[in-house]
């Protein structure tokens, strides 16, 4: 028996990812997807706007930002995306080469960020913490957690940032001496911190026993139904606890626990898979998990990207509680959301003026050839009406 090997691309097993994905389905919010969609060009932004602080003059070329367009995932021309920010991007030439660098209001906004970095490092020390308290064997890739770093709010350097600070929480360790092993372990179990939202939620409830909360309307009867019988079925189970043994409400309550823990009660669902041994998620079968808990997660493809969001942390469209670097975020939003209604109205007038001078040039064009027609007289035209009749008779 003869027998075949087939390389299979990275891009066709994503794409196979994204068909089994595909094959189920969750009725659309429209609040939830406006915040997605509210939430996506400020990410792109401020992935724009961390090339240009990281660099050694904050600021670069445009043939740079074209360049890195494709890791951001973007198609056209960076030079037009710039544009659409004037409040947040300034074009500046040098020797017939473009460079853009930040506004005056941008550049305040970023030293406001990095004091509420520094303030909020405490928090963020307690939210590694929990991650690694949650794991396996109390400790993390460094590559993995980069995935997912701005999601929990993670600086791009909280590994000399915040790690250092806190030895008795944490130490790095090496096993292979490879730069991609680098791995943070937990050092001291702290059990203040081993209680998750859901135990909190309850308790300033009032209730005795943890339970999940159903955001769906009243008129989601099935669904409903299903949300009782889950929690019904058997008590919770904290993340926190020994997880050696696999079950549904575990890894509801772990999931749960791990959206509570970002910024925007979001995440990639493919970059939670990356953590399946860590914290012992079911392989392949995570998707299918969460869409069978419409009632705490909602699920969506925006932009192709498969992410699960915390129906619980929001209200409407917006968070229910906002980390104070979402506060600094939203204000990045503000002056993108300003620069962009400008070069809107700036463009709507420019296209006024064009259509203006068009509809001019055209009635320009019409009374000269009226006057060019009146001029060539026609048979209309005495004089002309009598060699006609000349013609016509021989006369």
Known sequence: ?????????????????????????????????SALSRNRRWVVNNQIKNIIVRSSDQTVSIDYLQRKFKSLDLQGKALNWVKKY?????????????????TKPMNALVEEEESVKDQQEPVL???????????????????????????????????????????????????????????????????ELAVSAVEKSSAKNGHEIPTFSCSLPTTWVKSWQRFRDFNDSCPYISP?????????????????????????????????????????????????????????????????????????????????????????KDKYGEVMQRGLHEYNRRHYLMNLEKKKKKQEASAAKTTKNEKEDDGKGGILDPDERKRFYRVLFGD
């Open 86 to 102: 004037p409040c947040c991007f300034e074009l500046i030439r040098d020797n017939d080469q473009l460079f853009c660098r930040l």
């Open 1 to 33: 028996m003869l027998a075949y090997h087939v390389k299979v691309s990275p891009f066709l097993l994503v794409q196979h990812f994204s068909r089994g994905l595909a094959l189920w389905s969750m009725k659309k919010d429209p609040e939830l997807e």
């Open 240 to 328: 926190y606890e020994d997880g050696s043994i696999e079950t549904e409400k575990r890894t509801v309550a772990l999931v749960h626990e791990l959206l509570s823990l970002t910024l925007w009660k979001k995440a990639s669902i493919f970059k939670l898979c990356h953590f399946k041994r860590d914290f012992r998620l079911p392989d392949n079968k995570l998707n299918v998990l969460l869409l069978k808990h419409p009632g705490i997660f909602y699920v969506t493809n925006k932009y192709r990207v498969y992410t699960v969001v915390l129906r619980e942390g929001y209200r409407g469209s917006e968070l229910v509680e906002r980390d104070p670097l979402v506060v600094v």
């Open 125 to 191: 020390a307690q939210r590694l913490a929990k991650l690694l308290m949650m794991s396996r064997t109390h400790k993390l890739n460094v590559a993995k957690i980069n995935e997912l770093k701005r999601s929990f709010g993670f600086p791009d350097d909280y590994l000399l940032r915040i790690v250092p600070k806190y030895p008795d929480r944490f130490r790095v360790v090496n096993c292979t001496g490879r730069r991609n092993s680098l791995e943070i372990e937990l050092t001291r179990w702290d059990p």
